[in-house]
């Protein structure tokens, strides 16, 4: 008997190892494969950047392509440019996985979106990822040069992943659209009118992207403050003159439209049925008081109630036990990373290097002052309308899709199109580059609308109506024109019932 217990016992282990404990939380799970992956190797890469610190100077081998993230120490450079914050960076692509676009049909050009709304995930082909390298130097040296302050696409980080011995090439950029607002309103505008218009099956989606056809056919303009289209106007010179230089055409000006007042309107109409439905519904003392909660604090509604989706002033959070889990781990490894690197002041891990510039956190800087009250940190594209005019609005704009390089196909494009259209050639999409910034610079000019100078709101709307009749046979300035088809126009159009949604779209 006493032999039989001893040959039972398992030895004691005197090795010292200790016993490996598994998390409760399963880590950078998703509903596909190459997403898995590719949170993986974000945190994986960014893990390993937080463990040293910035160089001094960026070297040639730094731009060389890495097997999983390519010039990481470039790119976490451009981070810093932005203003992007390392481990707001981590978390928003790993603690929860990206979303797919809901209206990407095509798989080649596939987009997700971060939790947060924060950061698109767009796939790209080997073609692209060249571009990208081929002008990787001048992008990063323009971005230091403007110290953040372009209305260029933010490209944060470029990864490679492999799933079934696939390659996939994936880029990160700032979401133009941000996170907080909602949007109820888009336009894709180049300046060319030349089948510039959006197909009826894109005109049936909820947030369909609109044309420049379609911004003339709709009187639309753009309702700025003048020193705001001041700086609007000196970003996009800056940078459609830098696109020239590399030789780039074919991109587009992203224009987002976020309805202030109508919002508004919606959040009072969600609040009341919200508030109908508790008075209405016979829960229990405990639902009660989270649904009195959720009317009066801005939180999200629960599902069950149907209402629409939470407040836009908030950002989305981690609502699983899996997910808060993950942000406590992730903040606390953070903590402990930033004080293993010295970086002579708070938060080590985003140190920069030595006479950098400060980090952007906006591109419209003087006018943030005069947001209304509204709450635009991280919003970097964000800029609001002019006071002056009567309907408040929130205007996201960026330029979107630079990597068209003006070569030997597109000069055979040009030259087929205008054999095709003849005399209207010149308001075709596909044009020398010099000639291309200089039409989207002058169409943009042309429907930014400033308050006149002198002049007050009330002012200026009895003559506006009377500009809009041919029979009056006055002289009519062109500013009085030009205002016309925005305030009542466009505060018509605005105010239609329409879908909103925050998920970014590039086409």
């Known amino acids: 008997m006493g032999k039989e217990k001893t040959k039972s016992k398992k030895p004691k282990s005197r090795s010292g190892h200790k016993r490996v404990l598994v998390p409760k939380w399963k880590l950078f799970r998703a509903k596909e494969p190459l997403i898995s992956v590719f949170m993986w190797g974000v945190n994986h890469s960014i893990g390993e950047l937080m463990h040293v610190p910035p160089p001094a100077l960026l070297l040639p081998d730094d731009f060389k392509a890495y097997s999983k993230e390519y010039c990481p120490n470039v790119f976490r450079n451009i981070r810093e440019q932005f203003g992007v914050d390392q481990y707001g960076y981590l978390t928003s692509l790993?603690?929860?996985?990206?979303?797919?676009?809901p209206n990407e049909t095509t798989t080649s050009n596939r987009l997700f979106v971060s939790h947060d709304k924060q950061f698109v995930v767009k796939v790209i082909d080997s073609e692209a990822v060249a571009e990208i390298h081929s002008i990787l130097r001048q992008y990063h040296e323009y971005v230091v040069e403007q110290r953040g302050k372009t209305l260029l696409p933010q490209y944060l980080g470029l990864y490679r992943v492999t799933v079934d011995v696939s390659d996939t090439y994936m880029l990160v950029m700032r979401n133009i659209f941000g996170g907080k607002y909602d949007i109820?309103?888009?336009?894709?505008?180049?300046?060319?009118?030349?089948?510039?218009?959006?197909?009826?099956?894109?005109?049936?989606?909820?947030?369909?992207?609109?044309?420049?056809?379609?911004?003339?056919?709709?009187?639309?303009?753009?309702?700025?403050?003048?020193?705001?289209?001041?700086?609007?106007?000196?970003m996009l010179k800056s940078d459609t003159e830098f696109l020239t230089r590399l030789h780039l055409m074919d991109y587009s000006l992203l224009v987002g439209i976020h309805d202030i007042e109508l919002d508004r309107e919606q959040q009072q109409q969600k609040e009341e049925r919200t508030a109908a439905s508790a008075t209405a519904a016979s829960s229990p003392p405990q639902q009660a008081e989270?649904?009195?909660?959720?009317?009066?604090?801005?939180?999200?509604?629960?599902?069950?109630?149907?209402?629409?989706?939470?407040?836009?002033?908030?950002?989305?959070?981690?609502?699983?036990?899996?997910?808060s889990e993950m942000a406590t781990m992730l903040a606390k490894l953070h903590q402990q990373q930033g004080s293993d690197v010295d970086s002579g002041g708070e938060g080590g891990g985003r140190a920069s290097p030595p006479?950098?510039?400060?980090?952007?956190?906006?591109?419209?800087?003087?006018?943030?002052?005069?947001?209304?009250?509204?709450?635009?940190?991280?919003?970097?594209?964000?800029i609001p309308s002019s006071e002056e005019f009567p309907r408040k609005l929130l205007y996201f704009i960026g330029l979107v899709d630079i990597l068209t390089y003006y070569g030997?196909?597109?000069?055979?494009?040009?030259?087929?199109?205008?054999?095709?259209?003849?005399?209207?050639?010149?308001?075709?999409?596909?044009?020398?580059?010099?000639?291309?910034?200089?039409?989207?610079?002058?169409?943009?000019?042309?429907?930014?609308?400033?308050?006149?100078?002198?002049?007050?709101?009330?002012?200026?709307?009895?003559?506006?109506s009377n500009a809009e009749h041919p029979q009056s046979n006055r002289q009519i300035d062109r500013t009085e024109v030009m205002i016309t088809s925005t305030v009542t126009d466009h505060v018509a159009m605005i105010t239609e019932p329409m879908a909103a949604t925050n998920i970014h779209s590039y086409d």
């Open 94 to 101: 790993t603690v929860q996985e990206p979303e797919l676009e």
């Open 184 to 234: 109820h309103k888009k336009y894709d505008l180049k300046g060319s009118t030349v089948q510039r218009q959006a197909s009826e099956k894109e005109k049936s989606k909820e947030l369909p992207t609109l044309k420049d056809n379609d911004f003339l056919v709709e009187k639309y303009k753009l309702l700025l403050p003048t020193d705001a289209k001041a700086q609007l106007m000196a």
């Open 290 to 323: 989270m649904v009195a909660v959720v009317c009066g604090g801005g939180g999200a509604a629960p599902s069950a109630i149907g209402t629409a989706p939470p407040p836009l002033t908030s950002t989305s959070t981690p609502t699983t036990t899996t997910a």
């Open 355 to 382: 006479d950098s510039p400060i980090p952007s956190a906006s591109a419209f800087t003087t006018t943030l002052a005069a947001s209304g009250g509204l709450n635009l940190d991280d919003e970097f594209f964000a």
């Open 408 to 464: 030997v196909k597109k000069r055979t494009e040009t030259a087929a199109k205008t054999v095709k259209y003849g005399s209207g050639a010149e308001n075709i999409s596909t044009v020398k580059p010099e000639q291309y910034a200089k039409r989207l610079l002058e169409f943009v000019n042309r429907n930014v609308v400033c308050p006149p100078q002198n002049s007050t709101t009330t002012d200026v709307l009895p003559t506006l």
